[in-house]
Protein backbone atom coordinates (compact mmCIF):
# COMPACT_ATOMS: atom_id res chain seq x y z
CA UNK A 1 0.00 0.00 0.00
CA UNK A 2 2.28 2.93 -0.68
CA UNK A 3 -0.62 5.71 -0.14
CA UNK A 4 -0.98 8.93 -1.71
CA UNK A 5 2.22 10.09 -4.02
CA UNK A 6 2.87 13.51 -4.92
CA UNK A 7 5.49 15.11 -7.27
CA UNK A 8 7.70 16.58 -6.95
CA UNK A 9 8.87 16.64 -3.73
CA UNK A 10 10.73 19.93 -3.72
CA UNK A 11 9.57 22.65 -7.08
CA UNK A 12 11.41 25.90 -7.84
CA UNK A 13 9.80 28.21 -9.95
CA UNK A 14 10.89 31.92 -11.46
CA UNK A 15 8.21 34.57 -11.28
CA UNK A 16 5.42 34.42 -13.94
CA UNK A 17 6.53 30.48 -14.47
CA UNK A 18 3.73 27.59 -14.45
CA UNK A 19 3.90 24.76 -11.55
CA UNK A 20 2.31 21.96 -11.76
CA UNK A 21 2.00 19.63 -9.11
CA UNK A 22 0.72 15.70 -9.41
CA UNK A 23 -0.91 13.80 -6.78
CA UNK A 24 -1.69 9.64 -7.38
CA UNK A 25 -4.60 8.58 -5.34
CA UNK A 26 -4.23 5.43 -2.74
CA UNK A 27 -5.17 2.51 -5.39
CA UNK A 28 -8.80 2.52 -4.96
CA UNK A 29 -9.70 5.77 -4.29
CA UNK A 30 -11.70 7.99 -6.20
CA UNK A 31 -11.66 11.20 -4.45
CA UNK A 32 -8.72 13.74 -3.91
CA UNK A 33 -8.34 17.11 -2.14
CA UNK A 34 -5.61 19.53 -2.10
CA UNK A 35 -4.44 21.77 0.60
CA UNK A 36 -2.04 24.56 0.59
CA UNK A 37 -0.22 25.28 4.07
CA UNK A 38 1.81 28.59 4.52
CA UNK A 39 4.71 28.38 7.00
CA UNK A 40 3.99 28.40 10.27
CA UNK A 41 0.30 27.94 9.56
CA UNK A 42 -2.03 25.26 9.16
CA UNK A 43 -3.97 23.72 6.23
CA UNK A 44 -6.03 25.04 4.13
CA UNK A 45 -8.44 23.35 1.86
CA UNK A 46 -8.25 24.16 -1.58
CA UNK A 47 -10.24 22.03 -3.61
CA UNK A 48 -11.86 18.65 -3.62
CA UNK A 49 -12.18 16.28 -6.81
CA UNK A 50 -13.29 12.96 -7.79
CA UNK A 51 -12.71 11.79 -11.36
CA UNK A 52 -13.34 14.27 -14.43
CA UNK A 53 -15.59 16.51 -12.07
CA UNK A 54 -14.66 19.19 -9.40
CA UNK A 55 -17.00 18.89 -6.10
CA UNK A 56 -16.06 21.99 -4.16
CA UNK A 57 -13.51 24.60 -5.12
CA UNK A 58 -14.55 26.91 -2.49
CA UNK A 59 -11.17 27.56 -1.23
CA UNK A 60 -8.85 27.64 -4.14
CA UNK A 61 -8.11 31.35 -5.75
CA UNK A 62 -10.40 32.30 -8.50
CA UNK A 63 -7.34 33.20 -11.00
CA UNK A 64 -4.05 31.66 -11.56
CA UNK A 65 -5.38 28.46 -9.87
CA UNK A 66 -7.10 25.24 -11.31
CA UNK A 67 -7.28 21.68 -10.84
CA UNK A 68 -8.07 18.36 -12.19
CA UNK A 69 -8.53 14.70 -11.82
CA UNK A 70 -8.94 13.36 -15.05
CA UNK A 71 -9.74 9.51 -16.33
CA UNK A 72 -6.91 8.50 -16.36
CA UNK A 73 -3.19 9.70 -14.42
CA UNK A 74 -2.87 11.68 -11.82
CA UNK A 75 -4.87 14.59 -10.20
CA UNK A 76 -3.21 17.99 -11.49
CA UNK A 77 -3.44 21.32 -9.46
CA UNK A 78 -1.63 23.64 -11.39
CA UNK A 79 -0.23 27.52 -10.69
CA UNK A 80 -0.06 29.76 -13.53
CA UNK A 81 2.18 32.80 -13.53
CA UNK A 82 3.62 31.66 -9.77
CA UNK A 83 4.15 34.92 -7.34
CA UNK A 84 6.59 34.75 -4.50
CA UNK A 85 3.25 34.24 -2.31
CA UNK A 86 2.36 30.99 -3.97
CA UNK A 87 5.39 29.52 -1.89
CA UNK A 88 3.89 26.91 0.46
CA UNK A 89 3.83 23.06 0.46
CA UNK A 90 0.61 21.67 -1.28
CA UNK A 91 -0.53 18.48 0.22
CA UNK A 92 -3.37 16.04 -1.20
CA UNK A 93 -5.19 13.64 0.15
CA UNK A 94 -7.48 10.86 -1.11
CA UNK A 95 -10.77 8.96 -0.12
CA UNK A 96 -13.14 6.19 -1.16
CA UNK A 97 -16.45 7.69 -0.29
CA UNK A 98 -19.18 5.38 0.71
CA UNK A 99 -17.09 4.14 3.06
CA UNK A 100 -18.24 4.82 6.74
CA UNK A 101 -16.10 6.79 8.31
CA UNK A 102 -14.16 8.28 6.62
CA UNK A 103 -10.85 9.95 6.86
CA UNK A 104 -8.08 12.16 5.26
CA UNK A 105 -4.10 10.95 4.96
CA UNK A 106 -2.34 12.84 3.63
CA UNK A 107 0.96 12.66 1.03
CA UNK A 108 4.25 13.74 1.60
CA UNK A 109 3.49 16.94 -0.02
CA UNK A 110 5.24 19.62 -2.61
CA UNK A 111 7.34 22.20 -1.45
CA UNK A 112 7.00 25.08 -4.34
CA UNK A 113 9.73 27.81 -3.68
CA UNK A 114 9.04 30.74 -6.06
CA UNK A 115 11.70 33.15 -6.57
CA UNK B 1 -17.10 29.57 7.67
CA UNK B 2 -15.51 27.49 10.73
CA UNK B 3 -12.96 29.24 12.31
CA UNK B 4 -10.98 27.01 14.92
CA UNK B 5 -8.45 28.81 17.64
CA UNK B 6 -5.55 26.38 18.81
CA UNK B 7 -3.41 27.21 22.09
CA UNK B 8 -0.62 27.54 22.97
CA UNK B 9 0.94 28.29 19.85
CA UNK B 10 4.11 26.92 21.63
CA UNK B 11 4.40 24.26 24.74
CA UNK B 12 7.38 23.18 26.40
CA UNK B 13 7.11 19.96 29.09
CA UNK B 14 9.43 17.99 30.86
CA UNK B 15 9.79 14.40 29.87
CA UNK B 16 7.19 12.10 31.51
CA UNK B 17 4.77 15.26 31.84
CA UNK B 18 1.68 15.44 30.22
CA UNK B 19 1.06 17.89 27.73
CA UNK B 20 -2.68 19.68 26.85
CA UNK B 21 -3.56 21.49 23.54
CA UNK B 22 -7.12 23.17 23.58
CA UNK B 23 -8.65 24.08 20.22
CA UNK B 24 -12.26 25.96 19.99
CA UNK B 25 -14.42 26.34 17.26
CA UNK B 26 -16.83 28.65 15.89
CA UNK B 27 -19.97 26.56 13.93
CA UNK B 28 -21.97 24.62 16.09
CA UNK B 29 -22.82 22.31 13.34
CA UNK B 30 -19.27 21.12 12.73
CA UNK B 31 -19.20 17.19 13.88
CA UNK B 32 -16.11 15.77 13.00
CA UNK B 33 -12.56 16.74 15.32
CA UNK B 34 -9.13 14.94 14.32
CA UNK B 35 -5.68 16.08 15.12
CA UNK B 36 -2.82 15.82 13.18
CA UNK B 37 0.99 15.73 13.98
CA UNK B 38 3.74 16.82 11.76
CA UNK B 39 7.27 16.59 11.92
CA UNK B 40 9.35 19.47 10.47
CA UNK B 41 9.28 18.88 6.23
CA UNK B 42 6.75 15.57 6.72
CA UNK B 43 3.32 15.34 6.09
CA UNK B 44 0.60 15.98 8.76
CA UNK B 45 -0.12 12.65 10.23
CA UNK B 46 -3.82 11.51 11.18
CA UNK B 47 -3.15 10.57 15.25
CA UNK B 48 -6.42 10.69 16.72
CA UNK B 49 -10.29 11.82 15.74
CA UNK B 50 -13.81 12.14 17.38
CA UNK B 51 -17.32 12.71 16.22
CA UNK B 52 -19.86 14.76 18.00
CA UNK B 53 -21.51 11.68 19.50
CA UNK B 54 -19.06 10.85 21.76
CA UNK B 55 -17.15 13.21 24.12
CA UNK B 56 -14.02 11.63 25.00
CA UNK B 57 -11.91 9.05 22.82
CA UNK B 58 -8.94 7.28 24.34
CA UNK B 59 -5.50 5.74 22.12
CA UNK B 60 -3.05 4.35 24.82
CA UNK B 61 -1.05 7.48 25.96
CA UNK B 62 -3.26 9.82 23.36
CA UNK B 63 -6.71 10.70 24.68
CA UNK B 64 -8.75 13.83 23.00
CA UNK B 65 -12.41 15.49 25.01
CA UNK B 66 -14.95 17.27 23.10
CA UNK B 67 -17.32 19.83 25.08
CA UNK B 68 -19.64 20.60 22.52
CA UNK B 69 -21.73 22.72 24.20
CA UNK B 70 -19.00 24.93 24.94
CA UNK B 71 -17.47 24.53 21.25
CA UNK B 72 -14.02 23.09 22.61
CA UNK B 73 -12.22 20.17 22.11
CA UNK B 74 -8.74 19.05 23.88
CA UNK B 75 -5.73 16.51 23.33
CA UNK B 76 -4.48 15.35 25.98
CA UNK B 77 -0.98 13.47 25.77
CA UNK B 78 0.10 12.09 28.74
CA UNK B 79 4.60 9.89 29.73
CA UNK B 80 5.54 12.30 26.91
CA UNK B 81 8.54 11.28 25.18
CA UNK B 82 11.12 13.04 22.98
CA UNK B 83 9.45 11.77 19.96
CA UNK B 84 6.30 13.35 20.79
CA UNK B 85 8.44 16.61 19.96
CA UNK B 86 6.18 17.96 16.97
CA UNK B 87 4.05 20.61 15.64
CA UNK B 88 0.13 19.38 16.31
CA UNK B 89 -2.90 20.67 14.67
CA UNK B 90 -6.65 20.47 15.25
CA UNK B 91 -9.52 20.82 12.95
CA UNK B 92 -12.96 20.68 12.59
CA UNK B 93 -15.33 19.87 10.22
CA UNK B 94 -19.03 19.71 9.12
CA UNK B 95 -17.98 16.71 6.41
CA UNK B 96 -14.84 14.27 6.28
CA UNK B 97 -12.95 16.61 3.71
CA UNK B 98 -13.05 20.16 4.44
CA UNK B 99 -10.97 20.67 7.39
CA UNK B 100 -10.42 24.33 9.16
CA UNK B 101 -7.16 23.90 11.07
CA UNK B 102 -5.65 25.73 13.90
CA UNK B 103 -2.82 27.60 14.02
CA UNK B 104 -1.04 24.61 15.51
CA UNK B 105 0.96 23.94 18.45
CA UNK B 106 4.69 23.38 18.35
CA UNK B 107 5.61 20.76 21.58
CA UNK B 108 8.88 20.60 22.70
CA UNK B 109 9.48 17.17 25.20
CA UNK B 110 12.88 17.97 27.19
CA UNK B 111 14.70 14.80 28.49
Known amino acids: NAGVMQNPRHLVRRRGQEARLRCSPM?????VYWYRQLPEEGLKFMVY????????ESGMPKERFSAEFPKEGPSILRIQQVVRGDSAAYFC?????????????FGSGTQLSVL | GENVEQHPSTLSVQEGDSAVIKCTYS??????FPWYKQELGKRPQLIID?????GEKKDQRIAVTLNKTAKHFSLHITETQPEDSAVYFC??????????FGAGTTVTVRA
Open chain 1, 93 to 105: ASTNPGTANEKLF
Open chain 1, 27 to 31: KGHSH
Open chain 1, 49 to 56: LQKENIID
Open chain 2, 27 to 32: DSASNY
Open chain 2, 50 to 54: IRSNV
Open chain 2, 91 to 100: AASINDYKLS
